[in-house]
């Protein structure tokens, strides 16, 4: 994904943030809680963020567990939930 070339965490994949035009090129929308992935000042201590990430049914393992030391891979996982939504119609962590 471009935004990872670029150092940038998206913190909010879902299929509502995915937009495809009519020649078929995806977009990505709503960078609202983006947060860039450049390595802390002090390397001693890891960037730490927010849990108050991701919609709850996109939401990672690590981040419902409470770790603030996340990086790419909380992407990846919303990415990972928005293709199993389009194989099943349904979102796989539907919670109320």
């Known amino acids: ?4 070339k670029n150092n940038v965490l998206h913190r ?4 509502a943030n995915i937009l495809i035009d009519k020649n078929g090129i995806l977009k990505i929308a709503d960078f ?8 802390s000042l002090r390397p001693d201590r890891p960037t730490r963020y927010t849990g108050r990430v ?3 049914w996109y939401r990672p393992p690590e981040i419902l567990l409470n770790d603030r030391h996340y990086g790419k891979p909380v992407d990846m996982w919303g990415a990972g939930c928005i293709m199993a939504e389009l194989w099943t119609k349904y979102p796989i962590m539907q919670v109320t």
Do not use: E, I
């Not at 909010?12 to 299929?15: M, N, R, S, T």
């Not at 609202?32 to 390595?39: E, Q």
């Open 12 to 15: 909010d994949l879902k299929a």
């Open 54 to 56: 991701v919609t709850l």
């Open 32 to 39: 609202g809680l983006a947060r860039t992935t450049v390595a």
């Open 1 to 4: 994904m471009l935004s990872y």
